[in-house]
């Protein structure tokens, strides 16, 4: 089981990128996804979670401004991000609550960083 990350960038104050993890291979059910964020010396952060009905929570820092989404039957989270700021700058986690198969339990699983940097 992978989750693929993509979607980082350079963007500039007061623009926005979109962040996409798909999770392949063989899985049972998806739970709660999410992305995290980890600044530089600093430990990861929850940005944003959404649950499987699609009920979600942000971090105070960036209600209003971003955006997760999930599409279930693409096993996709996404994060849309607008109106970003310099200090949104960090490497960016998607993570996934995963069964593998029915009974097992779920485990988190963890989507390799992608870099986000805005300029100011």
Known sequence: VQLQASGGGLVQAGGS???SCAVSG???RIYDMGWYRQFPGKQRELVARITSSADS???DSVKGRFIIS???AKNTV???MDSMKPE???V???NAFIELAAGLGRFPRWGQGTLVTVSS
């Open 17 to 19: 990128l979109r962040l």
């Open 78 to 80: 996404y994060l849309q």
């Open 92 to 94: 960016y986690y998607c």
């Open 26 to 28: 063989s899985i049972f």
């Open 88 to 90: 949104d700058t960090a």
């Open 70 to 72: 999930r599409d279930n």
């Open 57 to 59: 929570n942000y971090a």
